[in-house]
């Protein structure tokens, strides 16, 4: 199996489905967690060096961290209904608690810190939503934890890609520290399909073709972007959901696109 892919398992005693650190990775930024929790049962977390953003991927939970109490927070049941989720932020050295009132998937998503910013409710309606791309290049964007709504290091964006088109497309990358054109921002894809027997197409590749692999994707995997171009197609009849999170050096999305592919941008 490629190093860029990785499987969920069954549940630990926590619920950890999935652990991606920047050690397992073998980079320096992004940590990606996901659990998924029986009614009742409750996650305890230290966020440590790092700040962490909580997105309630399904399910409805309590969550607690610091002095801040959020109940019932949640309202869609699967990702597929395409409404933007709950999440909490959470600064470095902070105590958090998540009990889930129902089955619950919770993404953990994390980067290094120093505590600067409160913990905070992000509401589904400070989520900005938008369509990207037109015709089979059409997805819809929730941006979670973008520009707009402020972190440390953390960049949070999820994707929908209807079936038969294609997203992260033309092919871009960010692996360049070099602002104001580029920036370098580590990354990782948390895939769903529906129905979850199908599958998706990624690809990430540099220049130099020193990474050039061709993954499928399956339900519930994650695909590691250390670098390079990395576009993601979604075959007919079956649509396709993912999970980003980004962080790097400073908190800058600044993309460049693949100079061979660029011309499907150009007006028609």
């Known amino acids: 199996m490629s190093r860029l892919l990785v499987r969920s398992q069954q549940p630990d005693d926590q619920g950890c489905v999935l652990k991606i650190t920047p050690e397992s990775a073998g980079w320096r930024y992004v940590g990606f967690e996901v659990y998924k929790l029986q009614p009742g049962q409750v996650l305890n977390q230290a966020s440590g060096d790092e700040e962490v953003c909580l997105v309630l991927i399904s399910g409805i939970a309590t969550v607690r961290a610091q002095d801040q109490v959020f109940e019932h927070i949640g309202k869609r049941m699967s990702v597929f209904e395409r ?79 209807p079936n038969g088109h294609w997203s992260s497309y033309p092919p871009h990358k960010h692996d360049s520290d070099n602002l104001p054109q580029e920036s370098y921002l580590e990354e990782t894809y948390y895939h769903k399909v529906n129905p979850p027997q199908g599958f998706a197409f990624q690809r990430v590749y540099t220049d130099d073709r020193s990474i050039d692999e061709t993954l499928s994707v399956h339900n519930n995997e994650v695909v590691l972007v250390p670098g390079g171009y990395h576009p993601v197609g979604a075959p007919h009849g079956y649509d396709l959901y993912y999970l980003n999170v980004m962080a790097g050096p400073s908190r800058d999305w600044k993309f460049h696109n693949d100079p061979d592919h660029e011309w499907i941008l150009q007006p028609k």
């Open 83 to 161: 409404i933007p989720p709950y999440a909490v932020y959470v600064p470095a050295q902070a105590e958090y608690q998540v009990t889930a009132e129902t089955e619950i998937e919770i993404g953990v998503c994390k980067a290094p810190a120093k505590g600067t910013m409160p913990v905070r409710l992000i509401k589904p309606e400070d989520v900005p939503a938008m369509n990207r791309g037109q015709g089979t290049n059409e997805r819809y964007i929730h941006n979670i934890l973008m520009g707009e709504n402020p972190a440390e290091s953390l960049l949070i964006t999820e994707v929908y890609t």
